[in-house]
């Protein structure tokens, strides 16, 4: 008997949630009802008490004499005036980036399987499923391929290394030399010069054609 008492004893029950789960993520009483049930009201929270001292705010008014009988004898003045000129348009201004680098700045990553000389497959734009070889990595992080154009169609193109495929085949490109003004500014688009038309030369236009 006594045996069996000292087991009953020690088997507790164990403690289950007191907001049933209805279904996954969703509990049978609401946030409100579990901080009644819960008697959440009942506690009593307070911060910690710093032992810092509290630096005392320096004043923003002075009280200076006025002269003048009906003039109260004193006046609150700012110390800090309001500036008399303020600009009519709202003036832009960059916000605190908080240690945030500009894209300028990144610092520009190479995937280990990507070297020069390798032939990538592209995965977009209108050569996408074509093979290119890798010649080298420009400012802005993107990827200088090319077909070349002669074996098959494809020009001196731009990549990102996120939407190109990785061969194992590589060309040995150690005697190509790749010019200097070959970088992203060579890529942009130039804007074309509208040129001012004279009498008679309403309707002719001049378009700029890229030198390469």
């Known amino acids: 008997m006594a045996g069996e008492q000292k087991k009953a004893k020690k088997t507790k029950k164990r403690h289950c949630s007191r907001n049933p789960v209805l279904a996954r993520g969703i509990g049978r009483y609401s946030r409100s009802a579990m901080y009644a049930r819960k008697a959440m009201y009942k506690r009593k929270y307070k911060a910690p008490e710093t032992k810092i001292e509290k630096k005392a705010k320096a004043p923003a008014t002075v009280s200076k004499p006025v002269g003048g009988d009906k003039n109260g004898g004193t006046r609150m003045v700012k110390l ?3 500036p008399r000129y303020y600009p009519t348009e ?3 201004r960059k ?3 908080h240690g945030k680098k500009p894209f300028c700045q990144h610092r520009r990553k190479l995937r280990p399987s990507i070297t020069p000389g390798t032939v990538l497959i592209l995965l977009n734009g209108r050569h996408r499923g074509k093979r290119v070889v890798f010649l080298k990595q420009l400012a802005s ?3 200088l391929a090319t077909g070349p154009l002669v074996l098959n169609r494809i020009p001196l193109r731009r990549a990102h290394q996120k939407f190109v495929i990785a061969t194992s085949t590589k060309i040995d ?3 190509v030399k790749i010019p200097k003004h070959l970088n992203d500014s060579y890529f ?3 804007k074309l010069r509208k040129p001012k038309h004279q009498e008679g030369e309403i309707f002719d236009t001049e378009k700029d054609r890229k030198s390469t």
Do not use: A, E
């Open 80 to 82: 800090r005036k309001m």
């Open 90 to 92: 709202d003036v832009p």
């Open 95 to 97: 916000l605190l980036s």
């Open 141 to 143: 992080g993107l990827l």
């Open 173 to 175: 490109i150690s005697t």
């Open 188 to 190: 942009k688009k130039k």
